[in-house]
């Protein structure tokens, strides 16, 4: 006779995060915000590309749609930016919409290519200083963007985007069951319309579409010709849109003290221009602006990045009519607030309490980017000045401190990193005539880095042994032993 066991209760399904009620009117009202500010950004990026306002707008749906699935960091937002615009401009101007539409294909390829090599691990060597650089000139750059909407219009304007500001501010202080931009965004749109106030609106920015992109491949002859016009512009569009979206990522995991996945954002930024490019867009990369709109409205999981999108699409094919009359002076207030909350202000109080090299590398980060527009350049100039200044402190702390042996022998014991640039003057404090026969260099307190360490200790070998002296090197870490053994001797390090 056999007993019955139990039947085993059945594992309870977890339900995702944004299926809450709660959760999901917040991302809901947060990809709304975020794709009434995508509008009036994709229009202007698309005029700086030199391409039809459709691209760009065609492009922001695509990449947020795409990203919303394959990125590694939930609630950032891909759209077309005005660092991608400024890279394919001049591609654009010599061959034309199609060769732009190739590039963006390929360089959706090196973006996966780059991702699956693992160049998101290059983020770790990237500074503090030169990450809240790049966040202090982000915010100006948005701030300065705004300007050219608060000149030579009509004074109503200017009192429209304060009422704004104040709702944005003065909302949370009652509630934040609505995301105060959209309230704003609302509210001023309401006012012209019924009070007939004349104002520029998004109407004025350029044509809406009133169709879905096609699907197709660019109409370019596949030859190498193609390939050699195309692939600087596919390279830079990958390293650039790579690089500012890594740091938006980044940004968002210290913002909201989650962390994400670098890798699949790399590849998933990839696959996304790949996406935009099928579909005829201009290509994209993170934008930091919206992202922080988003997450500001508290936005956390995909559905804001995909709702995002997807309202970008419905806005300007179904109620282009209700969006075309919003007036550019409540998306101005929206993105000036952005400015304010993304800019470190902590960063001035405590300028000059931080090291000198800290608030170098920060401030050449800054003038960098605010000098080329390009977010890329200045975090590449800011990190090698980083690198230069660190190697200039840290050459500094290597010491050399001689003593006589009881046995008659010199010892020197050197301390520190031994490196290209520490070890420039180590050959100068030896006394090489006036040691005794037998001299021991001691580096158990030192670290051999490179090559140049193992020259310079083969050269001051040399110097000894030219006046028939031994020279003893011990204290060599098992690491550190090695890189001398199998180097020693073939560098050249002597006379």
Same mark, same amino acid.
């Given at each position: 006779?056999?007993?019955?066991?139990?039947?085993?209760?059945?594992?309870?399904?977890?339900?995702?995060?944004?299926?809450?009620?709660?959760?999901?009117?917040?991302? +809901?009202?947060?990809? /709304? +915000?975020?794709?009434?500010?995508?509008?009036?950004?994709? @229009?202007?990026?698309?005029?700086? =590309?030199?391409?039809?306002?459709?691209?760009?707008?065609?492009?922001?749906?695509?990449?947020?749609?795409?990203?919303? #699935?394959?990125?590694?960091?939930?609630?950032?937002?891909?759209?077309?930016?005005?660092?991608?615009?400024?890279? @394919?401009?001049?591609?654009?101007?010599?061959?034309? !919409?199609?060769?732009?539409?190739?590039?963006?294909?390929?360089?959706?390829? $090196?973006?996966?290519?780059?991702?699956? /090599?693992?160049? =998101?691990?290059?983020?770790?060597? *990237?500074?503090?200083?030169?990450?809240?650089?790049?966040?202090?000139?982000? &915010?100006?750059?948005?701030?300065?963007?705004?300007? %050219?909407? /608060?000149?030579?219009? %009509?004074? &109503?304007?200017?009192?429209?985007?304060?009422?704004?500001?104040?709702?944005?501010?003065?909302?949370?202080?009652?509630?934040?069951?609505?995301?105060?931009? !959209?309230?704003?965004?609302?509210?001023?749109?309401?006012?012209?319309?019924?009070?007939?106030?004349? *104002?520029?609106?998004?109407?004025?920015?350029?044509?809406?579409?009133?169709? /879905?992109?096609?699907?197709?491949?660019?109409?370019?002859?596949?030859?190498?010709?193609?390939?050699?016009?195309?692939?600087?512009?596919?390279?830079?569009? =990958?390293?650039?849109?790579?690089?500012?979206?890594?740091?938006?990522?980044? !940004?968002?995991?210290?913002?909201?003290?989650?962390?994400?996945?670098?890798?699949?954002?790399?590849?998933?930024?990839?696959?996304?221009?790949?996406?935009?490019?099928?579909?005829?867009?201009?290509?994209?990369?993170?934008?930091?602006?919206?992202?922080?709109?988003?997450?500001?409205?508290?936005?956390?999981?995909?559905?804001?990045? #995909? !709702?995002?999108?997807?309202?970008?699409?419905?806005?300007?094919?179904?109620?282009?009519?209700?969006?075309?009359?919003?007036?550019?002076?409540?998306?101005?207030?929206?993105? *000036? $607030?952005?400015?304010?909350?993304?800019?470190?202000?902590?960063?001035?109080?405590?300028?000059?309490?931080?090291?000198?090299?800290?608030?170098?590398?920060?401030?050449?980060?800054?003038?960098?980017?605010?000098?080329?527009?390009?977010?890329?350049?200045?975090?590449?100039?800011?990190?090698?000045?980083?690198?230069?200044? $660190?190697?200039?402190?840290?050459?500094?702390?290597?010491?050399?401190?001689?003593?006589?042996?009881?046995?008659?022998?010199?010892?020197?014991?050197?301390?520190?990193?031994? $490196? #290209?640039?520490?070890?420039?003057?180590?050959?100068?404090?030896?006394?090489?005539?006036?040691?005794?026969?037998?001299?021991?260099?001691?580096?158990?307190? =030192?670290?051999?880095?490179?090559?140049?360490? +193992?020259?310079?200790?083969?050269?001051?070998?040399?110097?000894?042994?030219?006046?028939?002296?031994?020279?003893?090197?011990?204290?060599?870490?098992?690491?550190?032993?090695?890189?001398?053994?199998?180097?020693?001797?073939?560098?050249?390090?002597?006379?």
């Amino acid at each position: 006779m056999t007993t019955a066991l139990p039947a085993l209760p059945r594992p309870a399904l977890r339900r995702p995060t944004w299926l809450s009620p709660r959760v999901a009117r917040t991302e +809901v009202l947060a990809g /709304l +915000v975020v794709a009434l500010a995508l509008i009036p950004e994709a @229009i202007s990026f698309s005029i700086i =590309a030199g391409v039809d306002p459709r691209v760009g707008l065609f492009a922001s749906f695509t990449m947020a749609v795409t990203i919303a #699935f394959t990125g590694g960091r939930p609630a950032m937002i891909s759209a077309a930016t005005g660092a991608v615009a400024l890279v @394919i401009a001049p591609l654009v101007a010599s061959h034309g !919409l199609q060769y732009l539409i190739a590039a963006v294909l390929l360089g959706g390829v $090196f973006q996966v290519a780059l991702g699956l /090599l693992g160049v =998101a691990r290059v983020m770790r060597f *990237v500074p503090r200083s030169v990450m809240v650089g790049f966040v202090n000139a982000l &915010a100006i750059l948005i701030f300065t963007a705004q300007l %050219p909407q /608060l000149v030579d219009v %009509p004074w &109503a304007v200017y009192p429209l985007a304060a009422a704004g500001l104040v709702i944005i501010f003065g909302l949370p202080r009652l509630t934040t069951a609505v995301p105060a931009p !959209l309230v704003a965004i609302v509210v001023l749109t309401v006012l012209t319309v019924t009070a007939g106030i004349t *104002v520029p609106t998004v109407g004025d920015e350029g044509e809406l579409p009133d169709s /879905l992109p096609g699907l197709g491949l660019p109409d370019v002859p596949f030859t190498t010709d193609t390939l050699r016009v195309i692939a600087p512009y596919a390279l830079a569009i =990958a390293l650039v849109g790579l690089m500012e979206s890594l740091m938006t990522a980044k !940004l968002v995991d210290e913002v909201t003290d989650t962390s994400s996945s670098k890798t699949r954002e790399s590849v998933g930024q990839g696959v996304a221009n790949l996406v935009t490019g099928f579909f005829g867009g201009m290509g994209g990369c993170a934008m930091i602006g919206q992202t922080m709109i988003n997450v500001r409205s508290g936005a956390r999981t995909r559905l804001s990045t #995909f !709702l995002a999108g997807v309202f970008l699409l419905v806005l300007v094919l179904v109620l282009s009519p209700v969006v075309a009359v919003i007036p550019m002076a409540a998306l101005v207030a929206v993105m *000036v $607030f952005v400015s304010i909350v993304t800019f470190d202000w902590h960063s001035l109080r405590t300028l000059r309490r931080m090291p000198y090299s800290e608030s170098a590398v920060m401030l050449v980060t800054v003038a960098v980017v605010l000098a080329t527009s390009n977010l890329a350049i200045g975090v590449a100039v800011g990190v090698l000045v980083a690198c230069v200044l $660190f190697a200039r402190r840290v050459a500094h702390l290597v010491t050399v401190t001689p003593s006589d042996e009881p046995d008659g022998s010199r010892r020197y014991v050197v301390s520190g990193a031994l $490196f #290209f640039a520490s070890t420039n003057d180590l050959v100068g404090q030896f006394d090489y005539a006036g040691d005794p026969g037998r001299v021991v260099v001691d580096l158990s307190g =030192a670290h051999v880095w490179d090559a140049s360490s +193992v020259a310079v200790l083969d050269a001051i070998e040399h110097k000894y042994a030219t006046r028939g002296k031994a020279v003893e090197i011990t204290g060599l870490t098992e690491v550190t032993g090695h890189y001398h053994q199998r180097l020693a001797g073939q560098l050249g390090g002597g006379e």
